[in-house]
């Protein structure tokens, strides 16, 4: 399955769409998607990053159970990817542990593809870590970080959301300035006044 598009134009059409419909897994989805991944970049090419994919409709439908009601709509998604790993799969410099950025690199990787191959690939907070775990059998000393929910984008939802929710299907939420976001030289010369941007950013 071949796909190419504009590096620009594929991360500006990548939405975190809640309303879904459900497209066909086929094993060649499931491979794109982790031959893209492995390529990310992680310290000392440690490659801490684990999926698990769930397409077995008797397994989502066991998954379902471990969202939090806000995410409900995810019940329309036909294919779900535990991301999980453990400080020990990766580098540990100076007090800093790398596995949850490297393995964000990866999943952002993975997100893009799937954009490209027409999916939403929308990443998940609101669940039971526990209760997921024990459905899909990840020991206990890994952290679950994210549950990617995917699916194709619909115009209309059978499952009711929020109106925020609703919003957000309707445009991009809103993106700090890059003058908020970045700074020259240093951090603190320019924290007032990026603070003051900041807050007008909130009024709008």
Same mark, same amino acid.
Request: proline share 4%.
């Given at each position: 399955?071949? =796909?190419?598009?504009?590096?620009?134009?594929?991360?500006?059409?990548?939405? &975190?769409?809640?309303?879904?419909?459900?497209?066909?897994?086929?094993?060649?989805?499931?491979?794109?998607?982790?031959?893209? &991944?492995?390529? &990310?970049?992680?310290?000392?090419?440690?490659?801490?990053?684990?999926?698990?994919?769930?397409?077995d409709?008797?397994?989502?439908?066991?998954?379902?159970?471990?969202?939090?009601?806000?995410?409900?709509?995810?019940k329309?998604?036909?294919?779900?990817?535990?991301?999980?790993?453990?400080p020990?799969?990766?580098? $540990?410099?100076?007090?800093?542990?790398?596995?949850?950025?490297?393995?964000?690199? &990866?999943?952002?990787y993975?997100?893009?593809?799937?954009?490209?191959?027409?999916?939403?690939?929308?990443?998940t907070?609101?669940?039971? %870590?526990?209760?997921?775990?024990?459905?899909?059998?990840?020991p206990?000393?890994m952290?679950?970080?994210?549950?990617?929910?995917?699916?194709?984008?619909?115009e209309s939802? %059978?499952?009711?959301?929020?109106?925020?929710? %609703?919003?957000?299907?309707?445009?991009?939420?809103? $993106?700090?300035?890059?003058?908020?976001?970045?700074?020259?030289?240093?951090?603190?010369?320019?924290?007032? %006044?990026?603070?003051?941007r900041?807050?007008? =950013?909130?009024?709008?």
């Amino acid at each position: 399955m071949m =796909f190419e598009m504009n590096f620009s134009k594929l991360v500006s059409k990548r939405r &975190a769409y809640r309303k879904l419909k459900p497209f066909d897994v086929e094993p060649s989805i499931i491979k794109e998607l982790v031959d893209i &991944a492995k390529l &990310a970049p992680s310290c000392d090419n440690k490659q801490p990053w684990r999926f698990v994919f769930i397409y077995d409709k008797e397994q989502l439908k066991e998954m379902n159970k471990a969202f939090y009601e806000q995410n409900r709509w995810v019940k329309n998604s036909s294919l779900l990817v535990g991301v999980f790993s453990k400080p020990d799969y990766d580098c $540990r410099v100076e007090n800093r542990d790398y596995y949850l950025f490297d393995t964000g690199i &990866a999943v952002s990787y993975m997100m893009l593809r799937a954009t490209e191959m027409g999916l939403v690939a929308h990443p998940t907070s609101y669940f039971d %870590e526990t209760k997921a775990k024990k459905i899909l059998k990840i020991p206990e000393d890994m952290k679950l970080i994210t549950i990617l929910v995917m699916g194709k984008h619909a115009e209309s939802g %059978e499952i009711k959301l929020t109106p925020d929710q %609703e919003q957000d299907e309707l445009g991009r939420p809103k $993106r700090f300035s890059i003058q908020y976001l970045s700074y020259l030289n240093n951090y603190l010369e320019e924290y007032e %006044e990026n603070k003051e941007r900041y807050n007008q =950013f909130l009024s709008k």
